[in-house]
């Protein structure tokens, strides 16, 4: 029987990300919203993406957008700074880069009752590594504008590909950057501005029926297992607590407990996942008590478990 802790949530071989920056193109976010709606219901699959929020840039229609879209599941609002006008480059003072890292993920919290806002999205203009260390003190990571994931240390996080959507793409370009992804069984950061019907546009906007199209192809493949769509943090956390822990499995009073052993403490609210090669049902205990028989799948059992579980196979 082979136990051991999965790179990605769900067993999946990669992981994928939608990014979207400033958060307020009402149209827009709400036909994004429906291609998201539409995955769920043909696959099963829920898209979670993370949206940078403007904070200067809100109005009521929009919070009351955001709020439903984040409580329905579909969204994770990260922070795009209080007025996009700040150049995160050490040139800048560092108390104003200091202050709007602290005052736009506070005003987030306030405008979004319960989110933990901890991801920052780069607004325009220049940055380089050391502008972004006052960023370190209220956030996870960093998602740039044009370099991808960024901090002042060299960063692998199991080898991310970062892609930047652009309206003159074909929809060839998104699905084999997916596939890339997938086989390089690594993590897929796409870059959005938003999408757009238009044929001519300024911004890195997606063309609307592309991106319908490849929100279509991200679905098959994650109810193939082949990528886990997940947010912005909630990637990061779990591979960052992947990437600092250890299974542990040992044997007490005739049961199995395999143990997830995490070198610090900052990611420890994120299950991960643990693989059971297997063709016998296992019978899991929670609680001390009799809990729940699980069958494989392919020879297979995943379980996500945030610091222990006890099982014994049901022949046992």
């Known amino acids: 029987m082979k136990i051991e802790l999965c790179k990605y949530k769900g067993g999946a071989d990669s992981a994928f990300t939608f990014t979207f920056d400033d958060g307020c193109y009402l149209e827009s976010s709400r036909e994004v919203l429906d291609n998201f709606i539409s995955v769920y219901q043909k696959y099963g699959v829920k898209i979670k993406a993370t949206v940078g929020i403007t904070v200067n840039f809100m109005h009521e229609a929009l919070i009351d957008f955001w709020k439903a879209s984040v409580k329905d ?45 901890e991801t920052y999205i780069l607004p325009g203009g220049s940055y380089d590594q050391k502008g972004l260390l006052p960023l370190k003190d209220y956030y996870i990571a960093v998602r740039g504008n044009k370099d991808g994931i960024n901090y002042p240390e060299k960063i692998d996080w199991l080898d991310i590909k970062c892609f930047t959507a652009m309206l003159k793409r074909p929809l060839e370009d998104y699905t084999s950057y997916i596939d890339e992804v997938i086989k390089g069984g690594g993590w897929g950061v796409q870059m959005n501005h938003w999408i757009t019907h238009k044929s001519e546009d300024t911004f890195h906007s997606q063309g609307a029926y592309s991106f319908k199209d490849e929100c279509d192809y991200l679905g098959k493949k994650a109810q193939e297992g082949d990528v886990w769509v997940g947010s912005f943090a909630e990637v990061t956390k779990y591979i960052r607590r992947y990437e600092n822990s250890r299974l542990s499995v040992t044997e007490q009073n005739g049961k199995l407990v395999a143990e997830i052993i995490t070198k610090n403490d900052a990611f420890l609210d994120t299950p991960l996942t643990i693989s059971i090669e297997t063709d016998t ?36």
Do not use: C, W
Request: net charge negative.
């Open 73 to 117: 599941g579909y969204f994770e609002i990260g922070s795009h700074s209080v007025g996009h006008d700040l150049s995160f480059s050490e040139s800048t003072p560092y108390e104003r880069r200091e202050g709007d890292a602290k005052s736009s993920q506070l005003l987030l919290k306030n405008m979004f009752k319960g989110e933990a806002v």
């Open 281 to 316: 049902p296992i019978i899991f205990y929670y609680n001390g008590g009799r809990g729940e028989e699980i069958e494989p799948i392919d020879g297979k059992i995943l379980v996500e478990v945030d610091d222990f579980v006890v099982f014994e196979p049901k022949n046992k």
